[in-house]
Antibody, heavy 117, light 113 residues
Framework: EVLLVESGGGLVQPGGSLRLSCAASGFTFSNYWMNWVRQAPGKGLEWVANIKKDGSAKNYVDSVKGRFTISRDNAKNSLYLQMSILRVEDTAVYYC??????????WGQGTLVTVSS | DIVMTQSPDSLAVSLGERATINCKSSQSVLSSSDSWNYLAWFQQKLGQPPKLLIHGASTRESGVPDRFSGSGSGTDFTLTIDTLQTEDVAVYYCQQYYSAPLTFGGGTKVEIK
């Protein structure tokens, strides 16, 4: 069974940092593109970033460029999102999602990040 | 960036009737190299993560009921739910994966009339 489990969310002050993790199991992690997608409370889905199977290519939405860094450790079957200079508008549930190409066919349950003073 | 526009924002359909959701992209998501439309549809039920229903504009994922179908090409796409069931109440999103940044439509909420 494919399983993606996010962790690391929580309450952080504006300007602070947080590192999200996503543990993968049940599939060959190193064959998958991996993504972070977020959803602000009561709002729609927003793609945040993705990373190629071997980590050699990364893409970001403009609003997080220079503040967020996506990375992966294929030996640990894990995906990460280092978030810094956090803003109130970064408050959201963050999902990790993956697929053999850009299609996101497997999703985790999400972890909530709240940026507030 | 490719902007995805869905319509309507919400719709109420009687049980057993058809629901139709439209999605328009600001640029074509049809690849000239492989003739593939890089368009996916997701279903999100309350309190759950999104679930991939369709990719390639019309290819249904394994296990997705055949009452769900996708159509369209280039910039105009449709998700159709035939014979709506209670378990189909959800928000539906289209998403282009033709180019980064990947982008979603705003969502369409489907309810029972």
């Amino acid at each position: 069974e494919v399983l993606l489990v996010e962790s690391g969310g929580g309450l952080v002050q504006p300007g602070g940092s947080l590192r999200l993790s996503c543990a993968a199991s049940g599939f060959t992690f190193s064959n998958y593109w991996m993504n972070w997608v977020r959803q602000a409370p009561g709002k729609g889905l927003e793609w945040v970033a993705n990373i190629k199977k071997d980590g050699s290519a990364k893409n970001y939405v403009d609003s997080v460029k220079g503040r967020f860094t996506i990375s992966r450790d294929n030996a640990k079957n894990s995906l990460y999102l280092q978030m810094s200079i956090l803003r109130v508008e970064d408050t959201a549930v963050y999902y990790c999602a993956g697929g053999l190409g850009y299609v996101m066919d497997h999703w985790g349950q999400g972890t909530l990040v709240t940026v507030s003073s | 960036d490719i902007v995805m526009t869905q319509s309507p924002d919400s719709l109420a359909v009687s049980l057993g009737e058809r629901a139709t959701i439209n999605c328009k992209s600001s640029q074509s998501v049809l690849s000239s190299s492989d003739s593939w439309n890089y368009l996916a549809w997701f279903q999100q039920k309350l309190g759950q993560p999104p679930k991939l229903l369709i990719h390639g504009a019309s290819t249904r994922e394994s296990g997705v009921p055949d009452r769900f179908s996708g159509s369209g090409s280039g910039t105009d796409f449709t998700l159709t739910i035939d014979t709506l069931q209670t378990e189909d109440v959800a928000v539906y999103y289209c998403q282009q994966y033709y180019s980064a940044p990947l982008t979603f439509g705003g969502g369409t909420k489907v309810e029972i009339k």
